[in-house]
């Protein structure tokens, strides 16, 4: 079965520029999450959705990251302008429900390697 | 609010040693509790779960027991290998039916030959 698929694996862009990066869940999962991880600040969660809405997105550093889920088998991270700062490595994740126990894992993609030059 | 607190690494063993990564939490209600390896270019696996308290996951030689009584959830391997050099993470889920983890900082572990 596929995992989570992010795209692209590796992104080298220019400051000011937008960046869009992609993820496709697992088919039949209904919750989706995005994350950053840098050397200094670990792993982030940046928001979450749950049968595509977005719950929580307090993780968002600032209004210049935005994301979206127009459908089940789709999402997209976007930052616009990008800065230095936002280079790292972002992860999708998606998990099955699994109830108020929260006893399902989440399944990760490779995730996608920013440098903003 | 719920948080996870990890063995400081990194941690550096020789292949066939034990291996023990502290793995703490805090958190109200009862909390799905998880490890998860990652390794170089790739992202987090899951590598073992217990869901309730006294549960031991169990994976590749890894164990982990749920002990309730004192908040832990430490990782165990008899024997390393090579293989096993990773970043090691613990984490918790927060309950709220859309299984969101909170993870603790990561143990970076590297086994030498």
């Known amino acids: 079965d596929a995992g989570v698929i992010q795209s692209p694996r590796h992104e080298v862009t220019e400051m000011g520029q937008e960046v869009t990066l992609r993820c496709k869940p697992i088919?039949?999962?209904?919750?989706l999450f995005w994350y950053r991880q840098t050397m200094m600040r670990g792993l982030e969660l940046l928001i979450y959705f749950n049968n595509n809405v977005p719950i929580d997105d307090s993780g968002m550093p600032e209004d210049r990251f935005s994301a979206k889920m127009p459908n089940a088998s789709f999402s997209t991270l976007k930052i616009q302008p990008s800065e230095p700062r936002d280079s790292a490595v972002y992860f999708c994740?998606?998990?099955?429900?699994?109830?108020?126990?929260?006893?399902?894992?989440?399944?990760f993609g490779d995730g996608t390697r920013l440098s903003i030059l | 609010g719920n948080s996870v607190t990890q063995m400081e690494g990194p941690v550096t063993l020789s292949e066939e040693a034990f291996l023990t990564i502290n793995c703490t939490y805090t958190?109200?209600?009862?909390?799905?509790l998880f490890w998860y390896v990652q390794y170089p270019g790739e992202g987090l696996q899951l590598l073992l779960k217990?869901?309730?308290?006294?549960d031991k996951g169990s994976n590749k030689g890894f164990e982990a027991t749920y002990r309730k009584e004192t908040t832990s959830f430490h990782l165990e391997k008899g024997s390393v290998q090579v293989s096993d050099s990773a970043v090691y993470f613990c984490?918790?889920?927060?309950?709220?039916?859309?299984?969101?983890?909170?993870f603790g900082q990561g143990t970076r572990l590297t086994i030498n030959p």
């Open positions: 984490a918790l889920s927060d309950n709220q039916g859309a299984q969101k983890l909170v």
């Open positions: 958190a109200t209600g009862y909390p799905s």
């Open positions: 088919s039949g999962h209904n919750s």
């Open positions: 994740a998606s998990s099955p429900a699994g109830g108020a126990r929260g006893n399902q894992p989440q399944h």
């Open positions: 217990a869901t309730k308290a006294d």
